[in-house]
């Protein structure tokens, strides 16, 4: 393998053939040479952007850990950080439902506590409630993604 520089795409990508146990299993995976792997570890300014996006998604539909080194290094890219969340099946989104409208509520509760009292004790007990919110409704949106990539959406 190639050296690569810590933090580049060129080394998000080596952590994705690292999943598959090395660049000669993700060949085997995915049917590619080996020789057009290490190509998108190679650091070229003739030729920008790598190992092309397509191959990348293909990988990481073969693989969930493929797709979360991807993602967290997306997410990091764009101010933001990558949270996987269990995704469950569809039978329960019901549930998750209700779940996400008790958590939203219980957030809200200690969010406008915090308000009114203006105190810094106050805000840190709504915290981990805001937190507990948005886990839940990351969870839901992620059941109706799953949901809708499962009937050929996008």
Not at 43 to 57: A, F, I, K, Q, S
Not at 81 to 87: A, D, G, I, K, R
Request: proline letters at 4%.
């Amino acid at each position: 393998m190639r050296p690569v520089e810590a933090g580049s795409i060129q080394d998000v990508v080596s952590d994705v053939y690292d999943v598959f146990g090395g660049v000669r299993k993700a060949s085997a995976a995915t049917g590619l040479a080996p020789s057009v792997l290490s190509y998108g570890t190679e650091m070229r300014e003739d030729r920008p952007g790598g190992l092309g996006v397509n191959y990348l998604d293909r990988m990481a539909r073969m693989d969930p850990a493929a797709a979360a080194i991807l993602a967290s290094h997306f997410a990091a890219l764009a101010g933001g950080v990558f949270q996987p969340v269990e995704v469950a099946v569809m039978e329960e989104l019901t549930s998750a439902c209700a779940d996400a409208i008790k958590e939203n509520g219980e957030a809200i509760f200690f969010a406008l506590q915090a308000a009114r009292s203006g105190r810094w004790e106050d805000a840190q007990i709504a915290l981990p409630e805001v937190d507990e919110s948005i886990t839940e409704m990351t969870g839901l949106r992620a059941i109706l993604m799953q949901t809708i990539q499962t009937k050929g959406g996008r």
